[in-house]
């Protein structure tokens, strides 16, 4: 998940569905997914040995070396440059973290070829922060930092290489093809699928849809939230989406809809070709972005559920026609540019008044100020913030080291701080 775009994205409106109560049976769905397997490539995805999987790092090559041995195994095509697995391409020169304007970056793609018209593509990116220095973490200190990326996106790349094995072993011919990528360049702005949708290896007018899983390894048993996204993409989504959660999953899954097609990782780039996009997503915690998204905090069982119900969808599309796309509204960003930052996350599906904060960084204008996890801001200065957007504009009026009074809900009460930006 990209910080920057999900801070943009995260105002965005959110229908709210809670677990419904409906007692209909839980499916027998025949395809069993391997906890063991997905455990086993987020344990090794998020090893300290892979010194969390930076951009063009041989580390990430590394990673990439073991998608492509993975998908081999599988007897699935090369579907990257020159009959490889890998499509390379080169980073432009982004911050200080790449020196070096030549380097080069890698998707990694298999092709499950069932001579079908139409074809599937399920995606995730298996880049990270690698040493916490391209300026996304959450860390206070972040530099020289082991940021393991188990949940961002480990999670998301072991659930694409189980759909790839159920599919490619489940001796059916489905009636359409499987394109599995696995995309570089994510956390530096969604590089790795911008530069796919440009330089496609199948025809980008046979793509059915995409599937997008950018961290869906922190299913909150309590809360049961997931998060799907790009429901508006086609009309055919969430009507779809919403009937096999209560009826395949009663009281298991919370959704959080988002319509847009535009959001905080690589689906937004096959939107932005006119393909109907979801992505799953099981919600920010106060490991994202740090050092501390380990393999030991993944919920497995949760992402096996995550990904049933992706099956489900799937399954439910089979005997579709092509599915019409449509537009999703995009909220204009104002432009503003921020000299300041409270150093928190807000909460991606928190619907009422203020801004409700998930997470407040260690070190950081929020905590120095006595900020907590769960409060809600709801005015900065003199501007009362209403949302995202209040917040955004009132941080754009402000100037590093001012300091404004700060009002936020804790509970029911009111609690009045001082920040110095
Ligand atoms: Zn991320």
Redesign the pocket.
Known sequence: ???RL?LLHVGITFILLGATQFLSPNTTFAQTIDTTLLRRHIAFLASDSLHGRGTSTPDEKRAAGYLANYFRSLNLAPKGDDGTYFQTFPLIKKNDVLPDSNRLAMNVAAYLDNGAARTIVIGA?YD??GLGYDG?SLDPQPKGKIHN?AD??ASGVAGTLELARLYATNGIKEPYNFLFLCFSG??LGLLGSKHFTEHPTVPLENVHYMLNL??IGRFDEAKKELVVGGVGTSPTFEPLVKNIAERSFSNQLALALDSSGVGPSDHTSFYLKKIPVLFFFTGVHSD??KPTDDVERINIGGEAKVLRYILHIMDSLQAAPKLAFAQTRVKQQAGHSYKVSLGIMPSYSYSGKGLKVDAVTAGRPGAKAGMQDGDVVVKIGQTDIADIQGYMEALSKLKAGETVPLKVLRGEKLVELAVTF
């Open positions: 998940m990209n910080t999900f990116h990270h922060l996304s990326g961002d996106n994510e956390e950018d961290m994202y972005h």
